[in-house]
């Protein structure tokens, strides 16, 4: 008797550790997807205050504003779906994305860009373009700057595209987005990546590194950390800094709807 009254004892007190245990692991794991989301929120509030606080004057600005709007809507639908930490980071990140925008639209209008913003995944490998280069492709020209005109000006903040390297620059057309909606490079990709790009300094990809999608795209992240506080491209007294992707993103994954990738580093410019 006294046997089976032990044995019922320590059943009941395993049991009770292991509930409790659980509820603990639980009560940390909804403080972390919190903590997570409150984090994206800042990055979200503040893209939303400089969209609302800057408008275009030329066609590269105009377009990255809208860009940047795009991203905004993202990654409010996406902070609201969010219910795991990375999925609060993805959020993060198209908001981070979204404040690359800003400071090319500001930098295209000659405004001062302010602050850096803290990386985002994939971004430091992809590289950015350093000359201009114009190639033909398909029947058509694509060019690529490292500067802002009428002739290109559809900007990308620099990272990964379903896996794939995009150097941060502007463009004359989005040559990405294709990739992004179908979540896969076509096998035309890679020359074009190989005309555009081959010997160009800054450019950290070769031809044969994209047609792989080698690299892990990992750096970015919390990279910089927050960049005093605000976002970029804050106007005067606006907030400016940086965030985060999220912890890193490289080729973000979860389809979310809209046709782009969860983390919003698709072309949202109504291309």
Known sequence: MEALLLVVIVVAAVVFLVVR????????????????????RQ???????????????????KQALADASERNIAAGSQI?????????????????????????????????????????????????????????FEGRQVE????????????????????????????SEPWWRPALVAGAWGVGSMFLFSAMFSGMAGVGYSEQEFASGSGDGSEGGDAGGDMGGGDAGSDGGGDMGGGEEYGAMGDSSGDWGGGGDFGGGGDFGGF
């Open 80 to 136: 609201n779906q969010a219910k795991t930490v990375e999925q609060a980071r993805l959020a993060k990140q198209t908001a981070l994305e979204g404040l690359y925008y800003i400071r090319a639209a500001r930098l295209a209008m000659g405004m001062d860009p302010g602050p850096e913003i803290q990386g985002i995944a994939g971004q430091k490998s992809a590289g950015h373009v350093t000359e201009d280069r114009k190639v033909d």
């Open 144 to 171: 690529a700057s490292p500067n802002p005109s009428d002739r290109t000006p559809n900007y990308y903040p620099g990272g990964r595209v379903a896996g794939r390297p995009v150097p941060a620059g502007w463009y």
């Open 21 to 40: 245990s659980q509820k603990n692991n639980a009560a940390r794991s909804a403080s972390s997807v919190e903590d997570a989301k409150a984090d994206a």
């Open 43 to 61: 990055s979200i509030e503040r893209l939303a205050g400089q969209i609302y606080n800057l408008s275009g004057t030329d066609t590269p600005s």
